[in-house]
């Protein structure tokens, strides 16, 4: 079992924050994502968008700033759990009990949501039997490139995510198709080229103005039909198939841990963004108090005030003494 101070649910960059929050007052962060990498919608649904409001920085985009947060909470060591989601919340003698989908149990002495919009689920093709080969064939996200190696996968999508991972597995699979229903990219301009030239080069296959049309196999995934603009079929014999049609937030197994909500966000203290369960925090996009504004900025001060909270949590038996960093620098773990 994992053992840690807090439990940080979600490794957005408001999650990410709160590690160097809590690290500048030594206590030890473990985070957990549903997502495959940190930088929930950052990086997973814009990483190349510019933010113009994160202080300091004129402009910068969105996976720089993930990545400057991970360079910044570096000297704090934290843990990752990537890929899995916080199902459970059980309270002990000695804090809390999480659970992961995966059977991942982290214990620790305060809990903090920081998951952005909620969990993010794949948003899923509608396809006849899609359910009977998802976990044998059908997959929503690439957890270990290595896993499709030396085999036959088919991409579905048109974003960032689609033209990033046709890029990285086409050096990995055997065989691999991207298909895409439409003509153009919603993704960066610069992977579309990427990918066309992979084509080009015969590196994939990739069909454009092309639908999934249906998944056929005997317990396990075989072949997928397709269907293009001028109404002529094929079929497409694939190991693997992974649909990559973006992420829709929901606040998923959250939503049954007792928590005081008001529509699909927690309540909380705005003294220290508690929220109606002791030990248990929000911060970030999934809280909601009077004049909340959904924004990054708003989220890192959230975690500052919750991290000074939570030390009490972590340390009851010593006072709690402000330091700034510009005295006393950053410590490490």
């Known amino acids: 079992m994992i053992q840690t101070d807090i439990c940080i649910i979600g490794a957005g960059p408001v999650g990410l924050f709160a590690v160097f929050e809590a690290g500048l007052l030594k206590m030890r962060c473990h985070l957990v994502d549903a997502l495959p990498q ?102 929503y996200m690439v957890k270990n490139p290595e896993q499709f190696r030396d085999k036959k996968v088919v991409l579905a999508g048109g974003g960032d995510s689609a033209l990033d991972w046709t890029i990285h597995l086409a050096d990995i699979a055997k065989e691999l198709t991207l298909i895409h229903r439409n003509e153009t990219f919603r993704g960066a301009p610069d992977s579309a080229e990427k990918v066309a030239k992979l084509a080009e080069e015969g590196k994939i296959k990739l069909l454009l103005n092309t639908n999934l049309q249906k998944l056929t196999g005997n317990g396990r995934l075989k072949s997928i039909e397709v269907l293009n603009k001028q109404k002529e079929e094929a079929s497409i014999a694939t190991d693997y198939l992974i649909p990559l049609f973006g992420l829709s937030p929901k606040l998923g197994p959250i939503a049954n841990w007792k928590l005081a909500l008001d529509r699909n966000a927690i309540e909380v203290d705005t003294l220290d963004y508690s929220t109606s369960v002791p030990g248990v925090y929000a911060i970030g996009d999934i809280n909601t108090y009077p004049g909340k504004l959904k924004l990054i900025l708003c989220g890192f001060h959230e975690a500052a005030l919750m991290a000074q909270s939570a030390f009490k949590l972590v340390y009851p038996d010593q006072k709690l003494s402000f330091k700034y960093t510009t005295v006393n620098g950053v410590p490490t773990l």
Request: with cysteine; aromatic share 8%; net charge negative.
């Open 38 to 139: 940190p930088g929930g919608q950052l990086s997973e649904i814009y990483p190349q968008k510019p933010i113009y409001d994160i202080p300091g920085y004129p402009t910068i985009n969105a996976q720089e700033l993930v990545d400057n947060l991970m360079k910044q909470i570096e000297p704090f060591k934290p843990g990752f759990t990537l890929g899995e989601r916080v199902d459970t919340l059980e309270r002990t003698s000695e804090g809390f009990i999480l659970g992961t989908n995966e059977n991942t149990s982290i214990m620790c002495k305060a809990v903090v949501i920081a998951g952005g919009l909620g969990c993010f689920e794949p948003r899923k093709p509608v396809l006849e039997n899609l359910d009977k080969f998802e976990g044998s064939g059908v997959q």
